[in-house]
């Protein structure tokens, strides 16, 4: 049979996002300095656009309209919706530049010391790692990649500083449970599903059979096969899809060379007469508005056909990123005043009074999606009268005492902490021990959730507890006696005193 060539239609439902509604998404995940910049590059390409603070005053000249009157009015409510955009009034937020407050004018940024990827982990692994386990743990520390993944196998890094490979897989689950999440895995998947077992928020059984099994159909979109496989619906699929996807692909991408980072808080928190008051920072933002000459010359009617078309469509990009920018603000706006009316007195320094938040507890509140949620509280920083709190901080699970109180779970762990902190190191707490001075309390939880939130922290196990303490003990005995040694061995006719040589 000759080959032919053959146009055959086919039609399939899929869920696809349009440009605009993936620009609209990014926007939620950037921080303000990232999309100040988005929106300054949007300025150098939409002429329609302009930054009221470097332009000119211009009295365009207003002559006879010629336009339709619904262009006409549609401008001017345009001119009007921006009035109000650049201080932020009736749009359901308030905007910095509302505030006359030389506090807010002033804050350009807040100065963090950023530590290397290996100082932020040995400051941590040298806390709870077992004196044999020491030098293995610094040495694959030092070893991560740029990712910060373990690609040293247990056999070659064994070998190169001449510990068992046991050692090294010992020191490697050690490293694995400290912070960031995901830090030394061996790859991707692993990386991700060690952050699975860190994220509180995540009621998505199906979340972790996908890493573990479809993680190369989720990369290519596969939504429809890995339902198939899974038996649930491709809405599902990409629900759990944008969990996996907020969660950090490389642990040491926010690491740098020790270098000095600045952060420029999304939203400021102040107390104002006993009631606390949120402010969505827009100082950094350029003020947008239309530039009049353009508006001119379409209010005058002298524009051709092609012209007019033109300039129609940057109007319409114009307006369509003012919304957009409108609707982060407003969503982060309610995100974080849910944040605050529900935590108040964590915001007047009462740090243990601190209560459980979930994600899908302040997107049922808002009526947003959880992955909107998710988005919103990654990278967006709150400058509050008691510190600098990312908003991801305040979601945790929850823990129901006898008498029908609801603690976070971030409380339980502090008070764990506190537990062993104040341990006879010579005899340390078990957990179950733990467990039973928590039921004093009336916090009932199980004993094998005290050694995931021990671990979480970091803390090790009983018996690795005492027997680092043993070992200190012994090492400082060791001391001692070296000291001893030396003050006598400096004493005239002493027993180790140096013979001299014969003639």
């Known amino acids: 049979m000759a080959p032919e060539v053959r146009l055959d239609v086919q039609v399939r439902q899929g869920l696809f996002l349009s440009p605009e509604q993936r620009q609209a998404i990014e ?151 400290l912070d960031p999440p995901g830090v030394g895995a061996r790859d991707l998947k692993g990386s991700l599903l060690i952050q699975l077992d860190h994220l509180e928020e995540s009621s998505l059984d199906y979340v972790r059979p996908i890493v573990e099994h479809h993680l190369d159909d989720l990369i290519r979109k596969n939504y429809k096969k890995i339902g198939s496989a899974l038996k649930i619906r491709a809405e599902k699929v990409m629900e759990a899809a944008e969990i996996i996807g907020s969660l950090n692909p490389f642990p040491a991408r926010d690491y740098g060379g020790g270098e000095t980072k600045y952060i420029v808080p999304d939203l400021f928190v102040r107390e104002v007469e006993g009631q606390f008051e949120v402010i969505v920072n827009e100082n950094p933002m350029p003020r947008l508005m239309l530039n009049p000459r353009y508006v001119d010359l379409f209010r005058r009617g002298v524009l051709s056909r092609e012209e007019k078309a033109y300039l129609k469509e940057k109007m319409t990009n114009a307006r369509w990123l003012i919304n957009t920018l409108h609707q982060r603000n ?146 400082g005995a060791e001391l001692a006696l070296a000291e001893s040694a030396s003050v006598e061995d400096d004493e005239p006719g002493g027993d180790h005193a140096v013979e001299s040589d014969g003639p």
């Open 330 to 475: 407003l969503s982060l706006y309610l995100v974080a005043r849910y944040i605050i009316d529900y935590e108040p007195d964590f915001f007047r320094g009462q740090f243990d009074q601190l209560r459980p938040l979930t994600l899908k507890q302040v997107a049922d509140s808002l009526g947003l999606s959880i992955s909107t949620v998710s988005r919103l509280s990654n990278q967006k920083y709150a400058d509050t009268p008691v510190g600098l709190y990312q908003l991801k901080f305040f979601f945790s699970n929850s823990v129901q005492t006898e008498g029908g109180r609801v603690l976070s779970s971030r409380s339980v762990k502090q008070k764990i902490k506190h537990m062993i902190e104040s341990e006879d190191v010579s005899d340390p707490l078990s957990d179950v021990t733990i467990l039973e001075r928590l039921k004093q309390e009336g916090i009932h939880i199980q004993r094998r959730t005290v050694a995931k939130y021990r671990e979480a922290m970091g803390i090790l196990p009983r018996r690795l507890r005492r027997s680092a303490a043993r070992q200190s003990e012994s090492s």
């Open 27 to 177: 926007l939620m995940v950037k921080p303000i300095m990232e999309v100040a910049a988005w929106v300054q590059e949007e300025l150098t390409q939409n002429p329609i656009l302009d930054d009221a603070d470097s332009i000119e005053d211009v009295e365009p000249v207003r002559p006879e309209e010629k336009e339709a009157p619904d262009d006409a009015a549609k401008l001017q409510d345009d001119e009007d919706w921006l009035r109000n955009f650049h201080d932020g009034s009736d749009l359901g937020y308030v905007s910095s530049r509302r505030i006359k407050d030389e506090d807010l004018q002033s804050i350009e940024h807040i100065k963090v010391e950023v530590p290397t990827l290996a100082e932020h982990l040995l400051g941590q692994y040298r806390l709870v790692a077992p004196p044999h386990l020491v030098t293995a743990g610094e040495f694959l520390i030092r070893s991560l990649d740029d990712r910060g993944f373990c690609t040293l196998s247990a056999e070659e890094a064994a070998q190169q500083i001449s510990v068992s490979p046991d050692q090294i897989q010992a020191a490697l689950l050690l490293i694995q449970t």
